[in-house]
């Protein structure tokens, strides 16, 4: 009986049978999100809408903050740009969903980071416990103390750094054209190798050897980046703790693998010292206060226990060699860029240095380096134009669900606001691709600043470091070390911008989204890439 049936089911029914299931899949799936789904009443693109191709498309050509930027100009600040993802670019909807009240917690994008399940750091934490014991002890490597104490490794590498300009350049006159994208790089990684593995790399110096580790850490970022958008992300992440995460660092590449023994070393080397100090104390003066050393002593304030086992301390100091360097970076060359290409805004920010400080050394941290307004506004600006990480911190909505800007986002789905989108929204920055550092500063006369309203306005839309409790940790330090490079760059050397090379502004020429010419581009990658500006260094006579 049951063979005669059997006979009669032919393959080609068979195949039509499982082809009609897959395509009722495919209907009631698209109905679903297009009519049903919880954020069905959100506009957005259709096909964005159905599919996380879309999305995940925009991580391949490195521009996924220009794509949001196009949606919302033509959608306004809230739209959905994935079947299970929305964005609310608002001041309010920024400060709930990343403040307190936000319910939410990291998205799964964060799991394809971490190398193993043992090395998730304070960043990639998604756990809201897990992250807030490991930020408890993170925060002490950036109290105050340990703040001056990281001060004394910026101003041995910024001196140095400025030293080697002036080398370049014949009997005081104009240096050949630098690019300062990397000159910016080698001095940030230098300083962040000072603070994190009590060894300054020497990239500035220039016959270092390790120049390529910058670029090695793009490319790591190209690799993992779009896995977290894509498609298959999911499968990737279930896949590492199931022998993917063994086969990753079985084949990874020689670069790969010279940079984590390099850590490894100067981690081995640095961990001997401090317990050699432990057993043998020295006296406070001789003791090397960088992040290791804070971060080594930390106690967890809650548990009184010891912050930090050695597996995490490697972690957490690897982390912050990467969080603190590209963003940094970014914004440093992002001011560079804006300095050459506005000599008049140059010049004015020359002269608030120039008669503020009576000497070079004068120039520090302190109430004098924070009177300096016209500083502080310029910085303010560039990170606004140039937010480092461009697209939308993904979070994911808790048990309970989250109320934002008068919408409801039930548990499980993703809610952000997308920071360059925020940045560059015209109703809290008018003219927004204008460098206008006068935005930030309340005066009565136009040309030197703006209404007292329009400047509250501006900050609660400044948004380059995020906020809340997994806000950047260390804003303060790069605040410190913008401040000083600036600072420190305008008192020794006056700059032109290389008048044949217009490397890193946008072209008229150029796709929808890259077409201003003095605006700094950037190529999305989580946090951003960039190329130039090409610089001319002239000592300027005092
Ligand atoms: C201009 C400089 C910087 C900018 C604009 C910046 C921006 C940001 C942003 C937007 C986040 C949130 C990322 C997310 O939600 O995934 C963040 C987090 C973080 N930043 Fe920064 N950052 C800068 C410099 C630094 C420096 C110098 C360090 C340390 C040396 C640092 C360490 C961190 C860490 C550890 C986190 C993770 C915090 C947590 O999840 O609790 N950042 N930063």
Not at 148 to 160: D, G, K, L, Q, Y
Not at 267 to 274: A, G, H, Q, Y
Not at 341 to 356: D, G, H, N, V
Request: aromatic share 12%; glycine share 6%; charged share 25%.
């Amino acid at each position: 009986m049951s063979s005669s049936l059997l006979s009669h089911v032919s393959y080609p029914n068979v195949f039509g049978l499982c082809a009609s299931i897959a395509l009722a899949y495919v209907v009631t799936t698209a109905i679903y999100r297009l009519y049903f789904h919880p954020l069905a009443r959100f506009p957005g693109p259709f096909w964005a809408k159905l599919s996380v191709f879309p999305s995940w498309w925009h991580t391949r050509t490195c521009d996924r903050h220009l794509w949001l930027y196009s949606l919302q100009q033509k959608y306004g600040p809230e739209f959905r740009y994935r079947p299970d993802s929305v964005v609310i670019n608002t001041p309010t909807a920024y400060r709930t969903i990343f403040g307190p009240k936000g319910n939410v917690r990291k998205g799964e994008y964060y799991a394809v980071w971490p190398r193993t399940v043992d090395t998730v750091n304070t960043w990639s934490s998604r756990s809201v416990q897990m992250h807030a014991r490991k930020r408890r002890v993170l925060n002490q490597a950036f109290s105050e103390k340990a703040m001056r104490s990281a001060e004394t490794f910026i101003h041995s590498n910024v001196n140095r750094w400025l030293e080697l300009f002036e080398t370049m350049s014949e009997n005081g006159d104009w240096t050949p054209t630098v690019n300062m994208a990397d000159y910016i790089n080698y001095l940030v990684f230098d300083i962040l190798g000072d603070l994190c593995f009590g060894k300054c790399f020497d990239m500035k110096e220039p016959e270092s050897t390790l120049r390529h580790i910058p670029e090695m850490m793009v490319q790591f970022l190209e690799l993992i980046h779009p896995i977290g958008f894509a498609p298959w992300g999911s499968f990737w992440i279930w896949m590492k703790p199931r022998g993917l995460d063994a086969l990753i660092a079985k084949y990874a590449p020689p670069a790969v693998k010279a940079w984590q023994g390099f850590v490894e070393d100067c981690l081995e080397s640095r961990t001997k010292v401090e317990q050699e100090l432990e057993k043998n104390p020295k006296p406070e003066s001789e003791v090397r206060k960088d992040f290791f050393h804070w971060l080594f002593k930390a106690v967890d304030p809650e548990t009184g226990e010891r912050g930090y086992d050695l597996n995490e301390l490697y972690a957490e100091c690897e982390l912050l060699i990467i969080a603190g360097s590209d963003t940094t970076a970014i914004v440093m060359s992002a001011m560079l860029f804006y300095l050459v290409r506005f000599p008049e805004k140059q010049a004015k920010l020359a002269q608030e240095i120039l008669s503020t400080f009576s000497g070079f050394d004068d120039i520090k941290g302190g109430p004098k380096l924070h009177s300096c307004k016209y500083l502080t506004a310029f910085i303010q600006e560039a990170s606004r134009m140039t937010p480092p990480v461009s697209a939308e911190p993904a979070r994911e909505v808790l048990p309970g669900g989250t109320h934002v800007d008068g919408h409801y986002i039930p548990e499980g789905l993703n809610l952000s606001t997308g920071l360059y989108c925020l940045s560059y929204n015209d109703h809290i920055f008018p003219e927004p691709f204008s460098f206008r550092p006068e935005r930030w500063i309340v005066s009565e006369d136009e040309s030197e600043g703006s209404s007292a309203e329009s400047v509250t306005l501006a900050e609660t839309g400044f948004c380059a470091f995020s906020t809340g409790s997994r806000g950047c940790v260390g804003k303060n330090l790069a605040w410190l070390e913008m401040r000083i490079v600036l600072a420190k760059l305008l008192w020794t050397f006056e700059m032109k911008a290389d008048p044949t090379n217009k490397l890193g502004g946008g072209d008229s020429n150029a796709r929808e989204g890259r077409r201003v010419e003095n605006q700094y581009q950037t190529y999305e990658m989580f946090v951003s890439g960039r190329k130039g500006p090409m610089v001319h260094l002239k000592k300027r006579l005092h």
